[in-house]
């Protein structure tokens, strides 16, 4: 089972609003990952998680603050967002990369943010 | 020199052709390739790892040339579901960030 879910499909947000984005895997992957897409742009890596530790932050702004309850799930929670914070929200895992291998990342159907 | 470059196309196409890809990539170090396809506004999907040997998958092969640092993607018999955006993908085994994505290539394949 290759499956990552992620919760909503679909938000629709003020940017006074506190929302979540869920993301679940099942294949006992120990990395996961988001990133986020504008249309047209390739994924644009914005955290990464290693054995639940956050291990790579790409610089990315504070109103965006991911959380590794466990290995299985990561969330993105979503403050005071921007309207160019529009985008896809994609969720990914892979098993934990290692001497200079990276492995396969299967991504979730992703999370269509509109900021108005 | 980007990291991961790709011609962005679009590559039109009949039903049937044979179509090829190239992607270069900058670190000679990079160990790990993947071409990903993407339909509009879905997610990424995996469709092969590229190895040092070469692989194929039915009607799509990959290749890796380390001297000249580039992957390719060889599609034959191409379908109308074949029309999609493909990534190259590329670990830079270097500094933080894990995979590293080529902008894509867009391909049509027209009936």
């Known amino acids: 089972d290759t499956e990552v879910t992620q919760t909503p499909k679909h938000l629709v947000m003020g940017m006074t609003n506190k929302k979540s984005l869920k993301c679940e895997q099942h294949m006992g992957h120990r990395a996961m990952y988001w990133y986020k897409q504008k249309a047209k742009k390739p994924p644009e890596l914005m955290f990464v998680?290693?054995?639940?530790?956050?291990?790579i932050n790409e610089s990315v702004p504070s109103r965006f603050s991911p959380e590794c309850p466990n290995s299985s799930l990561l969330n993105l929670h979503l403050h005071a967002l921007q309207p160019e914070d529009s985008a896809l929200y994609l969720c990914?895992?892979?098993?934990?990369?290692?001497?200079?291998?990276?492995?396969?990342?299967?991504f979730g159907p992703g999370t269509r943010l509109t900021v108005t | 020199r980007k990291e991961v470059e790709q011609d962005p196309g679009p590559f039109n196409v009949p039903e049937g052709a044979t179509v090829a890809f190239n992607c270069t990539y900058s670190?000679?170090?990079?160990?790990?390739f993947f071409w990903y396809r993407q339909d509009c506004r879905k997610e990424p999907k995996l469709l092969m790892s590229?190895?040092?040997s070469g692989n194929e998958d039915g009607r799509f092969t990959a290749q890796l040339n380390r001297a000249s640092q580039y992957i390719s993607l060889l599609i034959r018999d191409s379908k109308l579901s074949d029309s999609a955006t493909y990534l190259c993908v590329v670990n830079m085994n270097q500094g933080n960030t894990p995979l590293v994505f080529g902008k894509g290539t867009r391909l049509s394949v027209i009936a």
């Open positions: 670190n000679s170090a990079s160990q790990s």
């Open positions: 590229v190895y040092s």
């Open positions: 990914a895992s892979s098993q934990e990369p290692g001497q200079g291998r990276s492995y396969e990342q299967y």
């Open positions: 998680y290693s054995y639940e530790k956050l291990s």
